[in-house]
T-cell receptor, first 113, second 113 residues
Framework: DAKTTQPPSMDCAEGRAANLPCNHS???????VYWYRQIHSQGPQYIIH???NNETNEMASLIITEDRKSSTLILPHATLRDTAVYYC??????????????FGRGTQLTVWP | DAGVIQSPRHEVTEMGQEVTLRCKPI?????LFWYRQTMMRGLELLIY????????DSGMPEDRFSAKMPNASFSTLKIQPSEPRDSAVYFC???????????FGQGTRLTVV
C-alpha cells in the first residue's frame, strides 16, 4: 500500500497558489515522490516527480523537505480546470528498471471562482 | 501518438458473462499497467507487464481475472465469469521505463448486472 498521508480535501481561490501537502515519513533513500491528478471521469495524469531536490515544470513545483519525510505540490496560479483529486505517491522501486505506483485516496482540490 | 487507447469505453454485461477489455499502449513504452478504480477501494494496481512479460500479478483479485500481452502494442484484461462486484472503471497505463511518468488511458467503465 501507499506510504503517504494527504488531507482528504482542500480548496483554493482561482488565481491563488494551491499548496498540497503530503507526508511520507517512512520513505527510503531510493524512493521517488510522484504526483498525479485525476480530473473527474478521466484517467490519472502525471504532474511531476522528484527524489531529493526541488523540481519545477510547466504544471507545478515540488518542494521536498531536507529529511524527505514530507513534500508539497505547488500550483502557482490555480484555475478552475485544476479542480481534481491529487495523488502523492512513493514509488516502490525494485531494481534499476522496475517500478510500481500505489495510489492512495488523494486530496480533492476544489478551485473556486 | 494518440496516447493510450482503451476499448470499449463503456461495457454493460450480465453476471456470468465473459468480459474482455482491450488496451493499446503508447508505441515504444516497455511497461504496461492495468488498474481498477472503485469508490470503495480507490485506484488499485492489478498487474503490470515489462516487455510483454507479466512481472507482478499479485493485485489480480482472483482466478476469474486474467491478463495477456501477446505483443508490444496490445493487451487484454479478461473476466470470466463476471460478477456484479467487478463493476468498476478499469484503466490501462503505459510507461517508457517504469520509473518515470505513466500515461493513462480514458478507462473502461464496466457494469455487471
Amino acid at each position: 500500500d501507499a506510504k503517504t498521508t494527504q488531507p482528504p480535501s482542500m480548496d483554493c481561490a482561482e488565481g491563488r497558489a494551491a499548496n498540497l501537502p503530503c507526508n511520507h515519513s517512512t520513505i527510503s533513500g531510493n524512493e521517488y515522490v510522484y504526483w498525479y491528478r485525476q480530473i473527474h471521469s478521466q484517467g490519472p495524469q502525471y504532474i511531476i516527480h522528484g527524489l531529493k531536490n526541488n523540481e519545477t515544470n510547466e504544471m507545478a513545483s515540488l518542494i521536498i523537505t531536507e529529511d524527505r519525510k514530507s513534500s508539497t505540490l505547488i500550483l502557482p496560479h490555480a484555475t478552475l480546470r485544476d479542480t481534481a483529486v491529487y495523488y502523492c505517491i512513493v514509488s516502490r522501486d525494485r531494481g534499476s528498471t522496475l517500478g510500481r505506483l500505489y495510489f492512495g485516496r488523494g486530496t480533492q482540490l476544489t478551485v473556486w471562482p | 501518438d494518440a496516447g493510450v487507447i482503451q476499448s470499449p469505453r463503456h461495457e454493460v454485461t450480465e453476471m456470468g458473462q465473459e468480459v474482455t477489455l482491450r488496451c493499446k499502449p503508447i508505441s515504444g513504452h516497455d511497461y504496461l499497467f492495468w488498474y481498477r478504480q472503485t469508490m470503495m477501494r480507490g485506484l488499485e494496481l492489478l498487474i503490470y507487464f515489462n516487455n510483454n512479460v507479466p512481472i507482478d500479478d499479485s493485485g489480480m483479485p482472483e482466478d476469474r481475472f486474467s491478463a495477456k500481452m501477446p505483443n508490444a502494442s496490445f493487451s487484454t484484461l479478461k473476466i470470466q465469469p463476471s460478477e456484479p462486484r467487478d463493476s468498476a472503471v478499469y484503466f490501462c497505463a503505459s510507461s517508457p521505463t517504469g520509473l518515470t511518468e505513466a500515461f493513462f488511458g480514458q478507462g473502461t467503465r464496466l457494469t455487471v448486472v
